[in-house]
């Protein structure tokens, strides 16, 4: 007996994997679930991953994302933030749906575009993960090509920057190497969950100034 999509359960905070997936099967129960859904999807090698994210996960989400945005905004760089949209490329038979993402350096590639092909498009050129409660597997982002990927598991930031292929892990970023985005994440994250969301990014912009005017 095959079972259907609707009769799968995936508890808030679990994931369930499903293997030997083809990839014309990925991309049919893509379309059967649809974008307004909470669950995210992966993909890579035949394996289909869906998680059902809690709602401490889309808070780190939202507050790092946030961060992101005033960082890029006092650089004055400009950035296409493109959530969780879903990233995958049939030639690395892989794809993935990020926490957040962003457009920095290849902004300008796809700028006002509706849809995103990575046969032509490049990668986002940041993509983040709040892994509380499942760990990010690389191979999807590897395989995508996404120049940096942030993990966050609770308190802790993780920052991976692709080197010949290959995710190595860093304390500094390739996109923001003047600033201690390790250290400064954790702490502003942290301190949203006493002071609030806006004081926290009034406090956030006012550091970041700083930083600009003062480097060393």
């Given at each position: ?32 679930l649809g974008d307004n859904r909470s669950s995210r ?81 490049p990668p986002p050129d940041l993509a983040i993960e709040?892994?509380?409660?499942s760990r990010t597997r690389f191979n999807n982002y ?75």
């Open positions: 007996m095959l079972l259907e999509l609707n009769q799968l359960i995936v508890k808030a905070g679990h994931q369930l994997l499903i293997k030997d997936v083809s990839w014309s099967a990925y991309k049919r129960i893509l379309a059967e999807i992966g993909y890579s090698q035949g394996v289909l991953e869906i998680m059902a994210p809690l709602p401490e996960h889309e808070v780190a989400k939202v507050i790092i994302g946030d961060l992101v945005k005033v960082l890029l905004e006092e650089l004055d760089l400009e950035f296409w933030s493109l959530g969780s949209t879903t990233f995958d490329k049939e030639s690395m038979n892989a794809g993935v749906e990020p926490d957040d993402c962003f457009y920095i350096q290849n902004e300008a590639r796809i700028r006002g575009k509706d849809r995103i092909n990575l046969e032509t498009d709040i892994d509380i409660t590897q395989a995508l090509r996404v120049p940096e990927l942030w993990r966050w598991n609770g308190s802790k930031l993780e920052i991976n920057v692709l080197f010949d292929g290959k995710y190595i892990e860093s304390n500094t970023s390739s996109i923001f190497p003047n600033i201690p985005i390790f250290q400064a994440i954790p702490e502003y994250l942290m301190q949203s969950k006493s002071n609030g969301r806006n004081a926290t990014m009034k406090a956030f912009r006012a550091w970041i100034r700083q930083k600009i005017s003062s480097p060393i």
